[in-house]
């Protein structure tokens, strides 16, 4: 009876852990079905729909918002996003480099401080740089271009770049180009700004996800060590630091 007892107990913890292993391997493949399936198939997601699903599910009324009001208005109605947007301005200078820009909800802010002479803003949403260029922000050039093909009519390096939102939207090899073209455009005194959610957001136009010893591995590997990440946020994490030449 009691050898009986024992077996049944084994047999139900057995099926227990394969449950769980189950559980967790299907909630992995749910998270990293675009990764796997770039991997497998190399099929990747069509990213020039994003500012259409944006608009069309409403997401761009939110957008108009956070551009149209004013720096209170944006701490008082959306503090947790002011927190991020408050640490990226402080940290910003010189000439800027804002890579996928959207339709400018930073932008203004970057553009209205003291020490940023000039915005560079870029974005390969045809939509997203038609809002932004209708808005004729003082300081700010928007660009419609390719991430993976920077050309600019310039010879001197920016001073600080921006990647805000970005990482978690691209594929390894879209960001292996872009830091191959971005190298003509900055040295060791160009400062970087980088955020991404810390690990994962369910959001069908993210392809990966950091968690917060992969974005320091991340950046120690491919832009240089950060002098500070800041998390006040609290689901996402930023950056700041200088290039690694």
């Given at each position: 009876m009691l050898e009986t007892n024992s077996h049944a107990r084994h047999k139900n913890v057995f099926k227990r852990s394969v449950f769980m292993i189950l559980r967790r391997l299907r909630i992995w493949i749910a998270k990293n079905r675009l990764m796997i399936s770039y991997r497998l198939l190399g099929r990747k997601i069509n990213r020039n729909q994003w500012a259409r699903t944006q608009k069309n599910a409403g997401?761009?009324?939110?957008?108009?918002?956070?551009?149209?009001?004013?720096?209170?208005?944006?701490?008082?109605?959306?503090?947790?996003?002011?927190?991020?947007l408050k640490f990226c301005v402080e940290?910003?200078?010189?000439?800027?480099?804002?890579?996928?820009?959207?339709?400018?909800?930073?932008?203004?802010?970057?553009a209205q401080k003291e020490l940023v002479t000039k915005v560079i803003a870029i974005d390969i949403s045809p939509e997203a740089m038609g809002n932004m260029k209708?808005?004729?922000?003082?300081?700010?050039?928007?660009?419609?271009?390719?991430?993976?093909?920077?050309?600019?009519?310039?010879?001197?390096?920016?001073?600080?770049?921006?990647?805000?939102?970005?990482?978690?939207?691209?594929?390894?090899?879209?960001?292996?180009?872009?830091?191959?073209?971005?190298?003509?455009?900055?040295?060791?005194?160009?400062?970087?700004?980088?955020?991404?959610?810390?690990?994962?957001?369910?959001?069908?136009?993210?392809?990966?996800?950091?968690?917060?010893?992969e974005f320091k591995k991340h950046l120690r590997r491919y832009y240089g060590k950060p002098s500070t990440i800041d998390y006040s946020v609290g689901y996402r994490q930023i950056a700041v630091g200088r290039f690694l030449i």
């Open positions: 997401n761009w009324d939110l957008y108009d918002k956070l551009i149209e009001y004013s720096w209170h208005q944006t701490k008082t109605n959306f503090p947790v996003y002011f927190r991020g940290h910003c200078r010189g000439e800027v480099l804002e890579i996928g820009c959207g339709i400018g909800t930073m932008t203004k802010w970057i209708e808005r004729q922000i003082g300081k700010v050039w928007p660009v419609l271009m390719d991430m993976q093909r920077l050309n600019f009519e310039r010879r001197h390096k920016f001073d600080t770049v921006m990647l805000c939102d970005v990482l978690e939207h691209i594929y390894p090899d879209e960001e292996k180009n872009m830091l191959i073209s971005l190298k003509t455009y900055i040295d060791e005194n160009t400062h970087y700004i980088i955020s991404t959610p810390i690990y994962w957001m369910d959001d069908p136009y993210h392809v990966r996800g950091f968690s917060k010893s």
